[in-house]
C-alpha cells in the first residue's frame, strides 16, 4: 500500500480510483466490509482502492470532543488498513483551516480534480465538510455532474449488533475485551515499550514487566489474561491495570507478569492482546493477601489462555474478497 501524507503528495490522477472517506477509528468489522466493497468496486472498472482519512481525528481538533480516546493508535489504523489490501491511503492533516473547506470544493478539488475520483463508498450516514453539508444528496447531485457515481452502504452489523466505533470504544472501556472481537474481529491489543517501575512485583514473587504506551483508549482497570507477543515469540501473561490501591498509587500503570518467562525486557517493545477480563481492582489488607490473590490470577489466567491463539489483523484482513 502506497501511503500520502498530504494531498500535494498525489501529483497525478490515480487509475480509475474507488475511494471511501472516513476517520475509521478501530478498524471494525464495517470498516471491513467498506474497505471490501471498494476493492471488488476497483477490479471490476481496472482500477484502484484508495481511502481517505484524516490526522489527527477532526472532533478533537473542531473541539466537540477533545477527549476523545482514540481506539487505535495512527500507526495502528495504517498497519490494519494495509492489511485488508488497500491500494492507496491518503491521510490529510486535519486543521481548522482545513476544516473551513465546503464540502462541494473537496469534492471539486480534491476527489475529481486531484485524484480523479470515478466512483465513491460511504456510509448511510456519513456527512463531511464544512457544516456536514457533504451528505448524500449533495454528494450524488456532484456525482452526476462532475462524472463519478455514488454508493451509499446501509447499516452494517449481524443480527442485532450494529459495527460501529462507538460501540468498540465503550466495550473496552468497560473492560469487556472477550467481547469486543465481535465488532472488530480480532483481539484487542496495546503495544509499548517496557520501563522501569516500583519494582514490588519482583519483592511479590512475580516480576512484572511496565508498559509505557502510546495507546489512548485501555481497557478498565482490572486483572486481564493476555497474550504477550515478545518479536516473534507468544506467551500468556497476566496483566494489571490500574492504581494498584493496596499501595495506593495515584497513576494508572500496565503491567503483566508473563508466564514461564525469564529474561530483561526493558527498553523492548512488547505488545498485549487481552483475551478475557478476570476481576476488577481489589484492595488487599497486606502484602501476603496480595500474593495469594496473585498466585490465584496467574492460575485462573493460564487456565484460560490454555489452546487460546490471538487473532492479530493480518489474520482476518488479509483475505480474498468474495
Known sequence: MRIFRSIEEITEKLQDPVVTIGNFDGVHLGHR???RRIRREAAALGGVSLVVTFIPHPLKVLGIKKDLRLINTYAEKELLIEASGIDYLLTIPFTEEFAAISAE????????????IRKLVIGYDYAFG????????????LGDELGFSVEVLEQIGEGDLVFSSTAVRRTIAAGHVREVVQLIGRHFSVGGVVVHGKHRGKDLG?????????????????????KVKIGDVTYDGACNIGY?????NDTLSIEVFILDFDGDLYGREVRLYFVERIRGEQRYPGVEALKEA???????????LSGVSIVEYHDYLNEECP
Open 244 to 248: 494498584n490501591p493496596t499501595f495506593c
Open 294 to 304: 496473585i498466585r490465584r490470577d496467574v492460575a485462573l489466567c493460564r487456565e484460560v
Open 130 to 141: 464544512k457544516g456536514r453539508e457533504g451528505n448524500v444528496a449533495m454528494l450524488r447531485r
Open 206 to 226: 512475580f516480576p512484572t514487566a511496565n508498559l509505557q504506551t502510546d495507546k489512548e483508549l485501555i481497557p478498565r482497570p482490572g486483572v486481564y489474561a493476555v
Open 33 to 35: 466490509e467498506i474497505f
Open 105 to 116: 470544493r473537496f469534492v471539486q478539488d480534491i476527489l475529481v480534480g486531484r485524484i480523479g
